[in-house]
Nanobody, 115 residues
Framework: QVQLVESGGGLAQSGGSLELSCAAS????????MGWYRQAPGKERELVAE???????HYADSVKGRFTISRDKAKNTIYPLLDSLKSEDTAVYYC?????????WGQGTLVTVSS
């Protein structure tokens, strides 16, 4: 059973930064792509950033230049660094991992940005 455990959410000031993390119960190389989605109150879940097994990372236009996704193979963990936070970044952030025959989600971690 694949498990994704997120941590690092919380309250941040506008213009500040937060680093989230997502630890996988299996080697992250098992997955074709890992990423982060978010869902704000009253809105649909949307892609924030993703990092493929090979190739370049992809970012939503709304976070490009402000968020950076990285990974630590030894810890089976991916990290999005959220920088220059805005109030509209307030949402529950979900870790996501995909492979040929499965899609997995973490439980979500709340990020609240105060102005």
């Amino acid at each position: 059973q694949v498990q994704l455990v997120e941590s690092g959410g919380g309250l941040a000031q506008s213009g500040g930064s937060l680093e989230l993390s997502c630890a996988a119960s299996y080697s992250i190389w098992l997955f074709k792509v890992m990423g982060w989605y978010r869902q704000a109150p009253g809105k649909e879940r949307e892609l924030v950033a993703e990092i493929p097994r090979t190739g370049t990372s992809h970012y939503a236009d709304s976070v490009k230049g402000r968020f950076t996704i990285s990974r630590d193979k030894a810890k089976n963990t991916i990290y999005p660094l959220l920088d220059s936070l805005k109030s509209e970044d307030t949402a529950v952030y979900y870790c996501n991992a995909r492979r040929d025959y499965g899609i997995y989600w973490g439980q979500g971690t709340l990020v609240t940005v105060s102005s």
